[in-house]
């Protein structure tokens, strides 16, 4: 399953939002309560149904407002597109499932059978990575992996599981090799006791001695006699033997023309293996020669020159050394784009600045003073000013041609002074007293002297000479005209000069700095085009628009890479055919030598066909036979040790075997009454033992045999049906724990930079150290824990992906990872996402994590 999008209706923070997942490996990044741990719950709750309250540690989730509850989630199986629709609380929410391929609507029962046996539980088992307990962590060792992985997919392996461990249980209570308090141990232990009691009643028993003694005497004559009757039968025997070998003669005489001269040599049994092994191999090289040549053929055909790769080929050198020119390139393309936007950006302030100065007459910006212009400016327009004001009072002094005006009215400070020196007299106690005597010591003096300078004032009126001031005006005005007219000021107020210089002097210094920059963007530019000329001879093959630098050397950078890949791909795919060519050159040479190795063994017997060698195989097999009946009859009548007259008659023969036998019937009978005798003793043992303590004990023994058989065959049948249960599972489950186990192994030396080189699963899991130190996996630092835990995860997940292909969700997993491990891990995530979707949810984003695979929740 590969998630494509989410589309949450509503969902806690979540409301209205489509989230494309584009990537194999997805980096989802947020900050602290950006939705992260709300996107997981939202993914799961589509899969598997919304939880209750009951079971919801953090929540339900539900929207702010009126936002529906639930979304929709498009996913990917086997290349075909589906869509779930996941809504409400009630009963896990409410399902609609579409097959977006064939636009049509399914059932929840498809949605099962495609989701199963997948469910929450055995997703976080066995996909899901976040925070671990690490009390339960410790706690597991095989078995409980076992548990995780076989019960997948397996109808009843939780009881089957439970079946077997109270089996285990069961033959553990029964025995052990080295037990002393299991069952079967305690019963041969007490046997063994039994079994000594039972020797030493029996040999209590006086009788049972003196019986013994008279039945030896009796088993001494039975003994004799029965050696009297061997020595008969003995005798029986051998004339009946040579009774059975007459037929044996009769065919060694029919056998008697055959001689070993008569076989050939080559057609033995090892003869007959060598042929038929030369002709096993010759068509096992055959069809070895024919795999070899189609794959031969199959890379032959494939192996194609595109246009592109000709012309890479033909120019590799110029593209390889302009191909190093490109980091340069693209510090240039980037070097332009900076510098015209920096020229822009100068452009706008000087434009901004130049809206703020007054214009000339011709709508253009004066030109700004240097230091000397500027003093001298701004000393004659202070000349000017002053000028300008003598004019001005000379000019109202004429106009006040009476005296009376211009004398001041004296009287008036008199007046109040005298008022002044009254109010300080009332007022002598207090402090405005003494202010009242100053203000009018004050106005007194100011009297005085207003009268004395009107009485100058008047005789210098008389001085000025006006057309000496106007001649000086004209003069300053002048100059100013001459400035204005070089620093091009005409149409701006004289006043307004001095102002508008520092601003003048901005817009010089922008402009200043912006051609520099003018011209380093056009050395650039320069440089930049040389660059790109350089390039003229494959103008066929890259299309670019040279205006956008940064793009262009990437498109450069691109084609070459695609150019270089399509030579690799060819040089690899031409090895290959090298390869398999000579491999194709060494079978059939091979074959060669096989048929001149055939051809040699049929020459060797004189034939030249595998028909004529099988004909002769057949009869020198037959003759074989014959030859071989010939010696085994041989044998038999010399292993007879018999000498058979010439002259045997059988009937003869006949006679002395009934004679034989009609002795050995009478000697068997006395045997026979002797063998009763001695039975009779015997019982009589029996029956004195039966009277005794040794016949119980006997019993004892027999019933504890029995027991102890009854409790091995029990003890066989629960640990054989342990071993079948294991071995239903293990086929079951398709072998899943031996590969879970061996990817685990592997991915925990990639985390941990193969700082450790094993694990071992026993009833609790332990690491080994590449100094083969061993650690419980309580000892191991929260990262290592971590980094273990996860290759369980991804072993798991992995080893789950051909058969339940599920995307594997990361809630923060590299928290306690340091540096180095975390680049570890995030390869590792890439090789993981090769067989499965991987969906990594992180707040801290590192340096080693490329940024294309990344989606930023803030930007949502």
Known sequence: MIIKQLNIYGYGRWIDQQIDIQNPLQVIYGPNEAGKSTIIAFIKGILFGFPDKKHSPHGQYQPKGNAPYGGEMTFEVDGHLYKIVRTGLKYNGTIKFYDLDQGTKLTKDDYQNIISPIDRTAYDQLFYFGSIDQHEFYQMGRDELRMRIQSIGVAGAGDWMSLQSNLDKQSAKMYAPHGRTKTINVQISDYKKLEKQVTDAKADFPRYQHLQADLKTKQASLDQLQSQLKVLDRQLDEKRHLQTLLPLVSQLKGLKGLDESQLKAGFTNDDINQFNQLDLQLKTQEEQVSTRQKAADEIAGNLVVTPSQKFYEAHKSDVDRLTDELPDAQKLALRIEMTAAQIAEVQKQVDEKASLIDKNDQGELPKPFDRQTFNQVNDLLREQQNLKERLSENHRRRRQSSPSKNQPNFSIWYGVAIALIIGAVLLSTTSAGWIGYILAIVSAVWGWYNAKNSTQDAPVETRDDQAAVQSQLEKIQDKMAVISKKFQLQGIDEPNWISIQSPLQQVADLKVNLQKQSNTLNDSQRKYSDFLRKWTFASDWLKFDQSKYSQTVE????????????????????????????????????????????????????????????????????????????????????????????????????????????????????????????????????????????????????????????????????????????????????????????????????????????????????????????????????????????????????????????PIMIDDGFVNFDKDRKKAAGKLLDQVSERTQVLYFTANLDDNIDSSLVLNLKKL
């Open 555 to 806: 498109t450069i950078a691109g084609t070459v890479k695609h150019w270089q890949q399509l030579s690799a791909s060819y040089q690899q795919q031409k090895d290959e055919l090298d390869k398999r060519q000579k491999d194709l050159a060494s079978a059939k040479a091979d074959f060669e030598q096989l048929l001149l190795k055939k051809k040699q063994f049929l020459d060797h017997r004189g034939i030249q066909s595998d028909t004529a060698f099988n004909q002769l195989v057949e009869s020198q097999g037959s003759l074989a036979k014959d030859l071989s009946r010939k010696a085994d009859l041989e044998k038999q009548i010399t292993a007879a040790n018999v000498q058979i007259p010439d002259d045997l008659d059988s009937e003869q023969l006949d006679a002395a075997i009934n004679d034989l036998a009609v002795k050995g019937q009478a000697m068997r009978q006395k045997l026979d009454d002797l063998s009763q005798e001695t039975t009779r003793i015997k019982t009589e043992v029996e029956g004195l033992i039966k009277n005794g303590k040794y016949y119980d004990l006997r019993q004892q023994l027999v019933n504890m045999q029995t027991e102890i058989v009854e409790n091995v065959q029990k003890y066989m049948a629960l640990k054989l049906s342990s071993q079948w249960i294991q071995a239903v599972l293990n086929i079951a489950s398709k072998g899943r724990l031996p590969k879970t186990l061996a990817l685990a192994k592997e991915y925990f030396a990639t985390l941990t930079n193969n700082a450790y080189k094993d694990i071992i699963f026993k009833n609790e899991i332990s690491v080994v150290r590449n100094d083969d130190v061993h650690f419980p996996i309580n000892e191991l630092s929260t990262g290592t824990l971590e980094q273990l835990y996860l290759a369980l995860i991804f072993s798991m997940s992995v080893g789950f992906s051909d058969q339940y292909p599920m």
